[in-house]
């Protein structure tokens, strides 16, 4: 189990950074904490101010106001200081290219006062732990990518740091070394070290944030466990229904209709999958191709039979081929089709039925239905939007 106890080794209060000569706060007063053996990621869209955040807890910038600590020191006041207790791996590569991959960990390891000896000792560990021993004297310009992070890493651990910050640590990496990477994340977080970590990619980081907080215009939106964010925010499931509807429909008035739908917490349009010609979305899911009134009543009684629908009851239709994660295929070519994808609290197969007659009282078109659970991406759009910055 990590080590929760203790004092918070991150500490930020009401943090502020206005850059001269901008209007705006890049960072407006921000505050959270973490403890030993947490790995924290701080999420947020291009712009929102991580980087910042991450450059005044690492002494690379100073803040205009608030506070940050790490280890019980003011990063501000102390910076020296600071630095012993923590470490930073950029996402570009900062390797000394003059030095062999051993030379930059044991050159590292001095610079913080680690003596030789022992720089030696840690740097052979280290290298061995990340994979890297046999490489070890070569040239760093005959590094992959993945072996350049991954000795940024090692570096960045030379110095015993009790807080690690890490920048899009799997950006651009392969299954391998992204997969070696969380393994040695996790394994760091069991020895007690904190890790702070930005990154688009919080799906695959979800699978090892304990907390997140999520960031936009300087300000924190909302702070918790990933289970937590997307169990409030996002709901129990998706139900994404592919329709056509009637001509003279209105879109959106069919939308309203499907969120009114007990058990639906939001019901949104989303965008259409682009379906390829002669082909379906979405790599292999199957869906419901071109099922009209008559298909869609055969689908309600799919859904509603054998008394109470439940879980089971949608997996044997995913099972059939009858849904899917991925769209259905297209008669029609897409045109004029919408996706609405439903939010809801509790099982996507109590919908199903309720949301087809609602269909069909319209006498919308179903082309797909898709079932799946809810992301921390999803989280994140819900609460940053879909403008892209
Ligand atoms: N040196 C600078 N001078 C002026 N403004 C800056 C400077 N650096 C960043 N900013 C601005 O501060 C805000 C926060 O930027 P920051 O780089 O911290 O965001 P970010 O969340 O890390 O984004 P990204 O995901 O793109 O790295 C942005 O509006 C950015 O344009």
């Known amino acids: 189990m990590p080590s929760r106890d203790g004092p918070a080794v991150v500490e930020v209060d009401d943090l502020v950074k206005r850059y001269p000569r901008t209007d705006t706060n890049a960072v407006d007063g921000l505050s959270f904490t973490v403890a030993p053996g947490e790995i924290f990621g701080l999420f947020g869209p291009n712009g929102a101010g991580k980087s910042t955040t991450v450059g005044i807890l690492t002494t690379r910038l100073r803040a205009t106001g608030g506070r940050a600590v790490v280890c019980g020191v003011d990063v501000g006041r102390d910076p020296a200081a600071a630095r012993a207790h923590l470490a930073v791996v950029p996402q570009h590569n900062n390797l000394?290219?003059?030095l062999t991959p051993r030379q930059n960990l044991v050159y590292h390891a001095t610079y913080h006062g680690v003596r030789?000896?022992?720089?030696?000792a840690r740097a052979a560990e280290l290298l061995d732990r990340f994979g890297?021993?046999?490489?070890?004297?070569?040239?760093?310009?005959a590094y992959s990518g993945g072996m350049a992070q991954r000795l940024m890493i090692a570096r960045a651990l030379t110095h015993e740091p009790a807080v690690l910050f890490l920048d899009e640590p799997t950006n651009a990496l392969d299954p391998q070394t992204r997969l070696l990477i969380w393994g040695q994340l996790r394994q760091l977080r069991e020895r007690g070290v904190a890790i702070v970590l930005t990154t688009h990619a919080m799906n695959e980081a979800a699978r090892v944030v304990d907390r997140v907080g999520i960031v936009d215009h300087g300000r924190l939106l909302t702070l918790d466990t990933p289970t937590a964010l997307v169990r409030g925010l996002a709901g129990d499931a998706l139900l994404d229904l592919t329709v056509t509807p009637a001509g003279g429909d209105d879109p959106d008035a069919?939308?309203?209709a499907l969120g009114e739908l007990p058990g639906v917490r939001k019901a949104e349009r989303v965008a259409t999958p682009t379906v390829p010609a002669g082909g379906r979305p979405g790599g292999g899911a199957a869906g419901l191709a071109g099922v009209g009134a008559g298909g869609a009543g055969m689908l309600a009684a799919l859904a509603a039979g054998g008394g109470r629908p439940g879980a089971g009851r949608l997996a044997a239709l995913a099972g059939a081929g009858l849904l899917g994660r991925g769209g259905g295929a297209a008669g029609n070519g897409g045109r004029g089709r919408l996706r609405i994808r439903l939010h809801l609290a509790g099982d996507p197969a109590t919908l199903l039925g309720p949301a087809v007659t609602v269909l069909t009282a319209r006498s919308a078109a179903v082309n797909a239905v898709d079932v799946g659970e809810p992301s921390l991406e999803d989280v994140f759009i819900e609460l940053t939007g879909r403008q892209p910055r």
């Not at 030789?116 to 030696?120: F, N």
């Open 96 to 98: 000394d290219r003059a």
């Open 254 to 256: 069919l939308c309203a």
């Open 132 to 141: 890297l021993t046999e490489r070890a004297d070569r040239r760093i310009e």
């Open 116 to 120: 030789r000896r022992e720089a030696h």
